[in-house]
Every structure is written in structure tokens, then in C-alpha cells.
T-cell receptor, first 114, second 113 residues
């Protein structure tokens, strides 16, 4: 079965610093999704990557999917306290590209110190 | 816009009791799913549905039942609650199709004592 490994498990950064979170799959990814979860709340969709080499950005967050489609990275530039939360990567288990049924990594807990 | 609504938000059950977690969406989404989130384990898929009348098992289906009689509703039933089912449960829905965004409910925090 497919597994997603996220690293690091937790991260504490000073406000203004850049950071990167990684998500590695045991199998080829047909759709990779990044979500953010604030403590005690539901998940918020950030972005979705499908093609090898694809890169997407939203505000100060950039996500990439490598050419072999087995690893994705999420990069935050000039981190702010509002970036704090748990970041999760997810992949479609039926390889159909939809988000109907996903497997998830265990998440990366990000804290940003002011 | 209601989006995905889960009820209740909090619940305490005694071992052996049964209950139903409710999930409703008003976006006419074909796909609906249930996940549980446990510390250090991330989210794990329990059951999912690709349309009314169609359900399938995810990673951790044991101890749970689902049905999908309407597009809007996807209840999750705990048949005989066990302490191992203490968790936060999330319901999600999405359109069918590549890249369709999944919308998550706010979660139900369940404690089984």
C-alpha cells in the first residue's frame, strides 16, 4: 500500500525565516495535495500538484513535485505567526486524481516564534 | 454557505454504546469520506462514497458502518464503541474529478470511556 512520509515532524522557526517541509511517497504520485490545519480545526486546502516538475505558489507558500513524482516540498518564505499550524500532504489512493479518498502523511507541526 | 457540517462537535460515550456521527454537505458533491485523526498518526481514511448508494472501505473500517442514501448525507455509525475509537473524526466532500478540492468539516471529538 502507498505510504506518505513527512519530514520534519515538527519545526520551530523565528518569524521572518524560510522553511521547507518534505513529503515522500513510496509509490508514484498521481495527485499530491497540501493542506493546513489550525489546532482543533478542520483542514484547509492549499494546493494540488499533478505533473512531474510542477510548481505552484500562493502568497508566500510554494509547493513543488519532483520529476519522478515521488516527492513534494512545501516552502514558506519569510514565515509569519499566521503560518503556524499542522501541514499535511495527501495523495489519492485510487490514482484517479480526485480528492475523494486520500491517504495522508502524519503531518508537520509548525510553530513560528515572533 | 454551510459547506460540510458535522454534528455533534463533542461526544463522550461509554464502552459498548453505539452512536451515529452526522455529516451533511450542501454543495452537491459526489464524493464524501470519513477520516479519523489520532496524535502521531495523521488522518486515516475510514470509509468513503463516490455517490448515493455506493460506499467502500478505507484503511481502518473495522468497527464502523456507513451508508449513503442521499447525495447530501453520509453518516458514520459506531456499532459498539471501544476506547480505541477515541479520536477526532473528520468528514470531507468533493466533486468527482481531477484536482477537485476537498472540503472538510470542523470535526467531531469523540471520547470513549
Amino acid at each position: 500500500s502507498q505510504e506518505l512520509e513527512q519530514s520534519p515532524q515538527s519545526l520551530i522557526v523565528q518569524e521572518g525565516k524560510n522553511l521547507t517541509i518534505n513529503c515522500t511517497s513510496s509509490k508514484t504520485l498521481y495527485g499530491l495535495y497540501w493542506y493546513k490545519q489550525k489546532y482543533g480545526e478542520g483542514l484547509i486546502f492549499l494546493m494540488m500538484l499533478q505533473k512531474g516538475g510542477e510548481e505552484k505558489s500562493h502568497e508566500k507558500i510554494t509547493a513543488k513535485l519532483d520529476e519522478k513524482k515521488q516527492q513534494s516540498s512545501l516552502h514558506i518564505t519569510a514565515s509569519q505567526p499566521s503560518h503556524a499550524g499542522i501541514y499535511l500532504c495527501g495523495a489519492d489512493i485510487n490514482y484517479g486524481g480526485s480528492q475523494g479518498n486520500l491517504i495522508f502523511g502524519k503531518g508537520t507541526k509548525l510553530s513560528v516564534k515572533p | 454557505n454551510a459547506g460540510v457540517t458535522q454534528t455533534p462537535k463533542f461526544q463522550v460515550l461509554k464502552t459498548g454504546q453505539s452512536m451515529t456521527l452526522q455529516c451533511a454537505q450542501d454543495m452537491n458533491h459526489e464524493y464524501m469520506s470519513w477520516y479519523r485523526q489520532d496524535p502521531g498518526m495523521g488522518l486515516r481514511l475510514i470509509h468513503y462514497s463516490v455517490g448515493a448508494g455506493i460506499t467502500d472501505q478505507g484503511e481502518v473500517p473495522n468497527g464502523y458502518n456507513v451508508s449513503r442514501s442521499t447525495t447530501e448525507d453520509f453518516p458514520l455509525r459506531l456499532l459498539s464503541a471501544a476506547p480505541s475509537q477515541t479520536s477526532v473524526y473528520f468528514c470531507a466532500s468533493s466533486y468527482r474529478g481531477v484536482g477537485a478540492e476537498a472540503f472538510f468539516g470542523q470535526g467531531t471529538r469523540l471520547t470513549v470511556v
